[in-house]
């Protein structure tokens, strides 16, 4: 479901028939790779099932990024095909003059630009009637290439078998499939229609895309928004109108914004459908999930720990009775954290990065002749056998010896009631080597006090994790998939403060 467009299963599975069969008749072969350069819609999905349909290897593609960035993934990535929207057709035509090896383009239309004579549309491939022809085997050992990076330095493609996938996704399928036995048998549950899911942040990451698949394999609904930023409202007119059961979203940048337009109209929408809400990707601070449940107490609140290299690391699930504060999750039994406080996960985990032996075997080592994914968020592991997630190493702020993680104290910042977004960042510092600082962008109308920001964490926290300095900025300009480039903040409030 996209807006008003509905695509059913039938209608899905062959239109997916149709853009195989015009991969294939491109003349690409078993695992060639094709780039989805799209915004959210049902083409996305459609041309994800259409590569696996041929053994072919879907590439996700930032639609943010510039056309230097796109030529180097494509590349990088050895793409021969690309699925991309009308809008971004200048972009495309730029990266295809740089891109010889690319074969096919199928044009998305959007009604924004017109189709270039270079590409095909891609409804004409979709409603062709027509089901791929080639000679390869289909096999678990086909890829899926998640091409991740963005804050952390040039993307790099995530290796994943689809049998490691399926497993490791399985578990959050309404209706989890019967790995190890016949397919007919899982096809014989499937006798009335899955969960209708929503998906509101863009497919381009996988963090979205592993929420869909679980409920297509259920032979569920998946709901994506028209609109190209995040609208609470959209989101919630949405809810009511399809009666969505489970809402994925990305931490607070999702949540905080739903919690306060219920807030401010907390009789306009019939919510009640809502079963559950879940987020990875960003942590989610406490008063807020509260304020979800208070719109809806007979739904869940489950956050997942997880990275493109190591999905499922752990999970929290809340409901309107539930007492422990959100930070604290339960490891999957795959989990573990390492001597030096990593968390690591082994099992299904992908083969590693693309073209890359270097980093993969730096992510991927062998641990006590056990192959582990060990993505770089640190962790501890309480008595209880509970984890507490402190961040990622690489946004860790070392003051006077002592770590500090972002996400911990941004979490702490975000309970008081004139923060509306809060970055936590290290500053260069002659005395401490780095100094805690708090880029908070205020709540409508409030300001910002900086000594009680200050003192509020001290009395939570650990002195030393508290900001020595607070910056208020009128946005922290998060990604599209609710991340916070903490590298780019880190530089303005050295900006900012040298003023």
């Given at each position: 479901?996209?807006?008003?467009?509905?695509?059913?299963?039938?209608?899905?599975?062959?239109?997916?028939?149709?853009?195989?069969?015009?991969?294939?008749?491109?003349?690409?072969?078993?695992?060639?790779?094709?780039?989805?350069?799209?915004?959210?819609?049902?083409?996305?999905?459609?041309?994800?099932?259409?590569?696996?349909?041929?053994?072919?290897?879907?590439?996700?593609?930032?639609?943010?990024?510039?056309?230097?960035?796109?030529?180097?993934?494509?590349?990088?990535?050895?793409?021969?095909?690309?699925?991309?929207?009308?809008?971004?057709?200048?972009?495309?035509?730029?990266?295809?003059?740089?891109?010889?090896?690319?074969?096919?383009?199928?044009?998305?239309?959007?009604?924004?630009?017109?189709?270039?004579?270079?590409?095909?549309?891609?409804?004409?491939?979709?409603?062709?009637?027509?089901?791929?022809?080639?000679?390869?085997?289909?096999?678990?050992?086909?890829?899926?290439?998640?091409?991740?990076?963005?804050?952390?330095?040039?993307?790099?493609?995530?290796?994943?078998?689809?049998?490691?996938?399926?497993?490791?996704?399985?578990?959050?399928?309404?209706?989890?499939?019967?790995?190890?036995?016949?397919?007919?048998?899982?096809?014989?549950?499937?006798?009335?229609?899955?969960?209708?899911?929503?998906?509101?942040?863009?497919?381009?990451?996988?963090?979205?895309?592993?929420?869909?698949?679980?409920?297509?394999?259920?032979?569920?609904?998946?709901?994506?928004?028209?609109?190209?930023?995040?609208?609470?409202?959209?989101?919630?007119?949405?809810?009511?109108?399809?009666?969505?059961?489970?809402?994925?979203?990305?931490?607070?940048?999702?949540?905080?914004?739903?919690?306060?337009?219920?807030?401010?109209?907390?009789?306009?929408?019939?919510?009640?459908?809502?079963?559950?809400?879940?987020?990875?990707?960003?942590?989610?601070?406490?008063?807020?999930?509260?304020?979800?449940?208070?719109?809806?107490?007979?739904?869940?609140?489950?956050?997942?720990?997880?990275?493109?290299?190591?999905?499922?690391?752990?999970?929290?699930?809340?409901?309107?009775?539930?007492?422990?504060?959100?930070?604290?999750?339960?490891?999957?039994?795959?989990?573990?954290?390492?001597?030096?406080?990593?968390?690591?996960?082994?099992?299904?985990?992908?083969?590693?990065?693309?073209?890359?032996?270097?980093?993969s075997a730096v992510t991927f080592p062998m641990i006590d002749g056990e192959r582990w994914s060990v993505p770089?968020?640190?962790?501890?592991?309480?008595?209880?056998?509970?984890?507490?997630?402190?961040?990622?190493?690489?946004?860790?702020?070392?003051?006077?010896?002592?770590?500090?993680?972002?996400?911990?104290?941004?979490?702490?910042?975000?309970?008081?009631?004139?923060?509306?977004?809060?970055?936590?960042?290290?500053?260069?510092?002659?005395?401490?080597?780095?100094?805690?600082?708090?880029?908070?962008?205020?709540?409508?109308?409030?300001?910002?006090?900086?000594?009680?920001?200050?003192?509020?964490?001290?009395?939570?926290?650990?002195?030393?994790?508290?900001?020595?300095?607070?910056?208020?900025?009128?946005?922290?300009?998060?990604?599209?998939?609710?991340?916070?480039?903490?590298?780019?903040?880190?530089?303005?409030?050295?900006?900012?403060?040298?003023?």
């Amino acid at each position: 479901m996209h807006g008003d467009r509905v695509v059913d299963w039938r209608t899905f599975d062959a239109r997916a028939d149709g853009v195989a069969a015009a991969f294939v008749d491109a003349g690409l072969t078993r695992q060639n790779k094709v780039a989805q350069f799209l915004f959210n819609g049902s083409e996305y999905l459609e041309s994800v099932f259409a590569t696996w349909k041929a053994a072919l290897v879907p590439v996700n593609t930032n639609y943010r990024y510039g056309v230097d960035e796109i030529v180097a993934l494509w590349d990088n990535a050895d793409v021969v095909a690309v699925v991309f929207h009308g809008r971004v057709t200048e972009l495309a035509a730029q990266a295809r003059a740089r891109t010889p090896a690319i074969r096919l383009w199928l044009w998305v239309d959007d009604g924004t630009e017109p189709c270039p004579d270079w590409a095909m549309p891609y409804e004409v491939a979709a409603t062709s009637g027509a089901r791929p022809d080639f000679t390869w085997p289909r096999t678990g050992n086909d890829l899926w290439l998640i091409y991740t990076g963005g804050t952390t330095g040039a993307p790099k493609g995530v290796m994943w078998r689809q049998d490691d996938l399926l497993r490791v996704l399985n578990g959050r399928a309404a209706l989890p499939v019967p790995v190890d036995s016949d397919l007919d048998a899982h096809a014989r549950q499937l006798r009335e229609p899955g969960p209708v899911a929503m998906i509101a942040s863009p497919l381009m990451h996988a963090a979205a895309q592993v929420r869909a698949f679980p409920t297509l394999n259920s032979g569920g609904s998946v709901v994506t928004l028209t609109g190209r930023h995040f609208d609470p409202v959209e989101v919630l007119n949405t809810i009511e109108q399809r009666r969505v059961n489970s809402l994925a979203i990305v931490g607070d940048a999702f949540a905080k914004p739903l919690v306060e337009t219920l807030d401010a109209q907390p009789t306009r929408w019939d919510i009640s459908s809502l079963q559950s809400i879940s987020s990875s990707g960003a942590l989610f601070s406490e008063t807020v999930v509260r304020g979800l449940l208070r719109h809806n107490r007979a739904m869940s609140v489950i956050d997942v720990v997880g990275a493109s290299e190591a999905m499922g690391v752990a999970f929290a699930t809340w409901t309107a009775d539930s007492t422990f504060p959100p930070g604290q999750f339960v490891p999957s039994p795959d989990t573990r954290v390492l001597d030096d406080g990593r968390v690591a996960r082994r099992g299904n985990i992908p083969l590693g990065y693309y073209k890359d032996p270097e980093r993969s075997a730096v992510t991927f080592p062998m641990i006590d002749g056990e192959r582990w994914s060990v993505p770089g968020d640190y962790a501890a592991i309480d008595a209880d056998g509970t984890m507490r997630l402190f961040g990622r190493g690489t946004s860790s702020i070392n003051t006077a010896g002592e770590k500090v993680w972002p996400e911990e104290v941004e979490g702490v910042i975000k309970e008081l009631p004139f923060v509306a977004d809060v970055a936590v960042v290290g500053v260069a510092d002659d005395r401490l080597g780095e100094s805690v600082t708090a880029v908070v962008v205020a709540t409508d109308g409030a300001s910002v006090d900086e000594a009680a920001v200050i003192e509020h964490v001290r009395q939570r926290i650990a002195h030393y994790k508290a900001p020595r300095r607070v910056v208020v900025v009128a946005s922290l300009e998060r990604h599209e998939n609710g991340k916070i480039d903490h590298r780019r903040w880190k530089q303005r409030a050295s900006e900012l403060l040298a003023r």
